[in-house]
């Protein structure tokens, strides 16, 4: 772990001076460049902006919750045409789960988190959720501030951490369901209790320069995580957690990621799809420009047997790997569950798969690994110059069965066609 830390923190310095090989100073320096001045010092007597300390928030260790919930059903309720409900800087606001709901009156709502939002530490009378926005149009959350999950107590009651305990599902911090037109920017999450951000059911979405961290060894904390969500763009953002940086599963289409750092984590991964005999459909997702720092696993498609429909049109460009465990990895036996998966015939098709400049260290001898269904195989299969070697033994080899009519070009090491005939 603290490798791990010492590799991010490293990254995070090549990052801030621009000299990260993917991700490039110009892109920084627009993605900061571009951001919208915001007035630092609302005057909160205009009328669209609703402060919740106004409505009683007391950032004292108390519950605001009731406060917040007053200030968002003013703000969204307002007939202004743009509102904001401000949360002030520097002061630590203790939150039960909420939720902000829409429709609303307001054309427009914007949130600012200038603070810090913080979930209480004990595990009664919670939902599935710690904050969440439902079903508003043109919203947008930013702000600067951190939100922290105070997710320590529910990791030690995991059953990844403690096998003799159940299995049961944890909240997850942020969760964005039915939003359309929603932006999501220069944010921190922290410590969530399960995932960090999910955006369920939305369109129009752009989630940037978000900054989410927990431990490597917290439980299913991914970073972010999309579900039956369009038309999405990920950019600028550090993650390291216990789980997926990104996680993109059914439903999800036009999916665009680029100017990601991502590590401790297990990789950026579409899937898993097609549990429990499900059909799932996953396409034209880009991922670009990321690198990945000692994660369990680079660029990743995992979906269960039996399942029905499609991962498809998929490209993975401008990669970096740095010491990572099964860079490119495609696993249609995908099984995570305490009871063994049998062998089934169907499976979620995985087609038109690019990978393209992809460099860097494995930490594992098998660099490529595309572990296909033998009745479903894997199909289209792009390589364009690769280069995945072990940082000890400076070579790498490749595991590539059940794959058809796939393409290498360029520069592409370890092949795919060695052990193909
Ligand atoms: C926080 O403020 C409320 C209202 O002023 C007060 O009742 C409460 O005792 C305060 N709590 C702490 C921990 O200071
Ligand atoms: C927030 O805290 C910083 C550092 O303590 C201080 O410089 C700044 O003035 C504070 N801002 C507000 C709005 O209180
Ligand atoms: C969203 O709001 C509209 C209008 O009130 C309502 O018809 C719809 O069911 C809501 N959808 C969700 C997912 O809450
Ligand atoms: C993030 O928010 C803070 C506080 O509002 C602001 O000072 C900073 O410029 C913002 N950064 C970006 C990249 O938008
Ligand atoms: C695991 O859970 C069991 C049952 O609640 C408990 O007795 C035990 O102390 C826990 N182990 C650890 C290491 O926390
Ligand atoms: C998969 O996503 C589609 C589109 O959102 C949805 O209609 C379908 O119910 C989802 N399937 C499952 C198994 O969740
Ligand atoms: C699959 O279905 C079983 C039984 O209905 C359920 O217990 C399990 O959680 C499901 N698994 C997934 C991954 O959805
Ligand atoms: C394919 O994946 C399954 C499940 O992860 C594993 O049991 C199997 O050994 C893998 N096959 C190869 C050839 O790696
Ligand atoms: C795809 O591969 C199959 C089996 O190897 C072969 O029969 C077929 O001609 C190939 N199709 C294309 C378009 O390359």
Known sequence: MAIHFLLFSFLVLLFNNGASSYISSEDLSNSLAGAPSYNDHPNSEEQNVFNVDDYGAKANGTDDSEAFKEAWEAACNSNSD???????????????????????????????????????????????????????????????????????????????????????????????????????????????????????????????????????WSPNTDGIHLSSTRNMRISNCFIGTGDDCISIVNGSRNVHVNNIVCGPGHGISIGSLGSNNSRAHVSKVHVEKATLIGTTNGVRIKTWQGGHGHAKNIHFEDISMCNVFNPIIINQNYC??????????????????????????????????????????????????????????????????????????????????????
């Open 336 to 421: 995570d569950s305490k009871i063994p998966c049998y062998q089934q015939d169907s499976a979620v098709a995985v087609r038109e798969v690019v990978y393209k400049n992809i460099r860097g260290t494995s930490a594992t001898d098998i660099s490529i690994n595309f572990n296909c269904s033998s009745t479903v195989p894997c199909k289209h299969i792009e390589l364009q110059d690769i280069s995945l070697v072990s940082p000890d033994t400076f070579t790498s080899s490749s595991s590539c069965i059940n794959v058809i009519n796939s393409t290498e070009s360029g520069s592409v090491f370890p092949s795919c066609n060695a052990q193909r005939n």
């Open 82 to 216: 743009a509102t904001v409900l401000l949360i002030p800087r520097n002061k630590t606001y203790l939150l039960r789960p909420l939720i902000f709901h829409g429709p609303c009156e307001a054309t427009s709502v914007t949130v600012k988190i200038k603070g810090n939002l913080k979930a209480p530490s004990d595990r009664s009378d919670w939902s599935n959720y710690w904050i969440k926005f439902r079903n508003v149009t043109r919203l947008t959350v930013k702000g600067g501030g951190k939100l922290d999950g105070s997710g320590q107590i529910w990791w030690q009651h995991s059953c990844k951490i403690n096998r003799t305990l159940p299995c049961t599902d944890a909240p997850t911090a942020l969760v964005f369901y039915h939003c359309r037109h929603l932006k999501v920017r220069n944010l921190t999450s922290m410590d969530s209790q399960q995932m960090h951000v999910v955006f369920s059911h939305c369109s129009n979405v752009e989630a940037v320069h978000l900054t989410i961290r927990a431990p490597e």
